[in-house]
């Protein structure tokens, strides 16, 4: 029994990986320009806050004592720092679950009939076979995360994996038994 042995090319790995830049190109300049934006407006509050909590004066509190209000100016600085960390994990979780979202909707649009089309022209037999074996189901139309997964196959060796359950089948699979046919009696 001869089966093929012949794997995904360079030339598709690099096929879906351009034609994945060029569908969610757009998302990740929005992504890129929304954190870049986000940044640049934290690090100019940040300083503002840091400012803020270094021109205080703890002098109305004169009543603590003098010994806490050494200890509140030598503390100070620590405890804006700690609040500027803390909003900046926060605003990273906020980032990041943006950016996890904008993720989640592209995965889940569909890639057109021409991308599609020339992807069915262009990728090789075992790549097609990945492709085929990625889009699970078909009553939904293929999907960037497809595409996604379909390259991420690839670059693992789902290919041969493929053909190596259809070695395995054919090893383990019952014998076929052939009925000799029934003989008729004449009638009489």
């Given at each position: 029994?001869?089966?093929?042995?012949?794997?995904?090319?360079?030339?598709?790995?690099?096929?879906?990986?351009?034609?994945?830049?060029?569908?969610?190109?757009?998302?990740?300049?929005?992504?890129?320009?929304?954190?870049?934006?986000?940044?640049?407006?934290?690090?100019?509050?940040?300083?503002?806050?840091?400012?803020?909590?270094?021109d205080i004066d703890y002098g109305g509190l004169h009543t603590l004592g003098?010994?806490?209000?050494?200890?509140?100016?030598?503390?100070?600085?620590?405890?804006?720092?700690?609040?500027?960390?803390?909003?900046?994990?926060?605003?990273?979780?906020?980032?990041?679950?943006f950016v996890q979202g904008t993720q989640r909707r592209v995965r889940m649009?569909?890639?057109?009939?021409?991308?599609?089309?020339?992807?069915?022209?262009?990728?090789?037999?075992?790549?097609?076979?990945?492709?085929?074996?990625?889009?699970?189901?078909?009553?939904?139309?293929?999907?960037?995360?497809?595409?996604?997964?379909?390259?991420?196959?690839?670059?693992?060796?789902?290919?041969?994996?493929?053909?190596?359950?259809?070695?395995?089948?054919?090893?383990?699979?019952?014998?076929?038994?052939?009925?000799?046919?029934?003989?008729?009696?004449?009638?009489?």
């Amino acid at each position: 029994m001869k089966t093929n042995t012949q794997q995904p090319t360079r030339q598709d790995a690099a096929l879906l990986r351009n034609t994945l830049l060029k569908l969610t190109a757009t998302q990740k300049i929005l992504c890129a320009v929304v954190i870049v934006l986000v940044a640049l407006i934290w690090y100019k509050l940040l300083n503002r806050l840091v400012a803020f909590g270094r021109d205080i004066d703890y002098g109305g509190l004169h009543t603590l004592g003098v010994q806490t209000i050494a200890l509140l100016k030598q503390y100070n600085p620590f405890f804006w720092w700690a609040v500027v960390a803390l909003c900046t994990l926060i605003i990273a979780y906020f980032l990041y679950g943006f950016v996890q979202g904008t993720q989640r909707r592209v995965r889940m649009k569909q890639v057109s009939e021409e991308t599609v089309a020339m992807l069915a022209q262009q990728l090789s037999a075992p790549a097609l076979e990945v492709l085929r074996w990625v889009w699970a189901d078909r009553r939904n139309p293929i999907t960037v995360g497809d595409l996604q997964q379909t390259s991420h196959e690839i670059n693992h060796g789902r290919a041969a994996k493929i053909t190596l359950v259809r070695r395995h089948a054919a090893l383990i699979a019952p014998p076929v038994v052939v009925a000799p046919p029934e003989k008729t009696l004449p009638e009489t």
